[in-house]
């Protein structure tokens, strides 16, 4: 009996330290409150100020390009330009969701809990770990829309000519390289697997390698590459730490993502300044 | 001596009631105030330590927590924002289901007339919108102080996956209310969220169907997000939020060092 009590201590609450303990009503209540009315007030004004939004009445038949999802929803909407639909909007959340979910059953130690920042280099982990998200996240976007292609012949003169073309951005690799034929229709089943609607029997490696190898490899990968090496470098050595570093590389990665494709991409989803952006409806094609 | 004994009973006799006292004594502590909050106003500490445990609202508190909990940098209040624009927007919500009507034919005059002609309409909608905004906002917020205050670890890891499931609830709130308005930003926001969510391998169509009631964006989408969003979504929310809630009392109040 008593061993399987030690055996759980997880399922412990903290012991109460009654002298360092204060009375809710009032000292939280009145935070509560306060919090509250700073919110109530804020929102009345801002609700006075801004209107919500109100379109034309809806119209199947005029799409408005560039046509947007919710803002919270432009990160996957990004995530979609640059690989498998499938991949982008429901594997690599859903992926991600789980990963974030068990946070807790990997990083099970103590250390540094119910304190900012508590261990021990964590605001450096963060620091860091965010910095590779934000330079990472963008530097792919910027040439993945061929962008630094661009600026590099642009601004520099720097042009790779057709030797180099392939890579220009991530389509390239399929479209600018002389694959031989066979390697566009792999036949890998016997039979053609229909689940649903679709059949599965060939691939086209290219195209796979493109859409959905490369991806996979650049979203382990990335991550993983930077905990190693924070890891080489002695500043990752507990889970906590290197958890840190993901969920900070996650944080700003979301916020790059977001951003851009709220704020960045404009007609026919190109990567355009801010100022630049404008929607026009009209009948799909004849924009 | 005598001196001494008159100091001892000037302490010991009480003053005379004041004006204020006798005020306080009509309004807290007569019968029909008693039949309603038992305690008379919370300004002892047992009748401080009564109004919370025995106020049904109140009581999602514990009666006395730690120091550390009440500085406003420890959880910047995000958690219980969080709840407060949830109670907002079901306010708010409610005020407006007296006049939105979800059909294709319906919906978007609904909307103009909450502007145009409903006392108060467009200011309600204005605090609907933005609160759901808002919403998103602090869940996020309120997921990173967590993070970041290790406040996951045991015993709270079960919590923080509720705190997960919480996040995409809130996501999935925000989503189905998008549609209602029915105008071109409404309808194309969904029709690519949707269209996002059917390119799921195998289970995406099938499931991109369930939820718009066809192969696109029409009167029987409208229908179902209306109900996924005014019942189907807030009652799971309001499920979890209970559980988060009574799991952070069980969990021994808010995470602090060991
Ligand atoms: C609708 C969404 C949510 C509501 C209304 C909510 C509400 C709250 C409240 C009121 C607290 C008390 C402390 C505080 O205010 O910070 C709390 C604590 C907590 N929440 Fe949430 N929460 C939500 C979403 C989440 C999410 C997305 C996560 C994480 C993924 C999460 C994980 C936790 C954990 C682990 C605690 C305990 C923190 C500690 O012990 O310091 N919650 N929540």
Known sequence: MATAVVARPVARPQSRNRDEEVLVWPDLVFIEFIAAMVFTITLFALSALMNAPLLDQANADVTPNPSK???YLLNLQELLLHMNAGMAGVIVPTIWLVIMGAFPYFDRDHEGQGVWFGTEGAVRLTVVGSLVGFIGTWGLILWDSGKIAFFLNDWFGLSGGDTFRFLENVRSIQNQLPWPEWSRSITYLPFNLKILDQGFQHLDFPAWLVEQGIPTAVLVGLPALMIYAMWKLGWVVTRRDALIALFSGFIAAYGVLTLTGTAFRGQGQELVFPWELKVSEGIPGQE | MVAEVTIAMAVETPSKPTIADKIYDKLFHNYVWKSVFRTGYPNTPRNQMLVIATNVFLHLHPTRIHRTHVKITHTYCLGGLSFFMFLGLTVTGI?????????????YLDMQNIQTTVQFGQLMRNMHRWMAHAMVIL?????????????????REFNWVVGVILLVLTFLLSFTGYLLPWDQLAFWAITVGTNIAGSAPVLGPKTRFWLLGGFEVGPDSLIRFYTLHVIGLPLLAAIFMAVHFWRIRRDGGLARPL
């Open chain 1, 69 to 71: 999802a919710p803002w």
């Open chain 2, 95 to 107: 005020l407006l289901m007296f006049y939105y009507v979800p059909s294709v034919e319906r919906a």
């Open chain 2, 139 to 155: 869940v996020f917020l309120h997921m990173m102080r967590v993070f970041y205050t290790g406040a996951y670890k045991p015993p």
